[in-house]
């Protein structure tokens, strides 16, 4: 069992950035392979950006864009998420993820935080 906590989300102007942090506890993180995933109001999840357990592979949806970086520190327990540029599109709930699968780490879930792109 893997309980993730998400933080960092707020409000923030278009073109600002934002920090997400996901802290794990209760297995061996470096099993897992983890996920950033948002869904907007009336929208589907959608999956941002996925690293590998060892954080050597990682991958983003197309509409990232070079704007978002994804990083774990396996030592520490946590999975960042930094963002850049962000625009009003990008306003929605962010969740962390994690699972065995690198194509689909979604076993476990964080409660998400709210990350708003508003002026």
């Known amino acids: 069992q893997v309980r993730l906590v998400e933080s960092g989300g707020g409000l923030v102007q278009p073109g600002g950035s934002l920090r997400l942090s996901c802290a794990a506890s209760?297995?061996?993180?470096?099993?897992?392979?983890m996920g950033w995933y948002r869904q907007a109001p009336g929208k589907a999840r959608e999956m941002v950006a996925r690293?590998?357990?060892?954080?050597?592979?990682?991958a983003y949806a197309g509409f990232v864009k070079g704007r978002f970086t994804v990083s774990r520190d396996n030592a520490e327990n946590t999975a960042d998420l930094q963002m850049n540029n962000l625009q009003p599109e990008d306003t929605a709930v962010y969740y962390c993820?994690?699972?065995?699968?690198?194509?689909?780490?979604?076993?476990?879930w964080g409660q998400g935080t709210q990350v708003t792109v508003s002026s």
């Open positions: 690293i590998s357990n060892g954080g050597r592979v990682t």
């Open positions: 209760g297995s061996i993180f470096g099993h897992y392979a």
């Open positions: 993820s994690c699972g065995f699968g690198y194509y689909s780490p979604t076993d476990y």
